[in-house]
């Protein structure tokens, strides 16, 4: 029998978050609306991260 090996790690979704108005979005686009700075994930920036191990 052949044993598989991994590692797991992890990465918050919020990492070098992007406020999602630099890709465009309006407060009426949002959940929270325009009063509330609104981050979305970088999964780009998750893979760097991750990568760098």
């Known amino acids: 029998m052949l044993a598989k090996v991994f590692e797991v ?3 918050n ?3 070098w ?3 999602k108005e630099d890709i ?3 407060g009426d686009e949002m959940i929270m609306g325009a009063e ?3 981050p979305m994930c970088n999964p780009i ?3 760097e991260i991750l ?3």
């Open 13 to 15: 979704c919020k990492v």
């Open 9 to 11: 790690v992890s990465v």
């Open 36 to 38: 509330f700075m609104e």
């Open 45 to 47: 920036a998750q893979a």
């Open 24 to 26: 465009g979005l309006t």
């Open 51 to 53: 990568n760098a191990e």
């Open 17 to 19: 978050c992007v406020p």
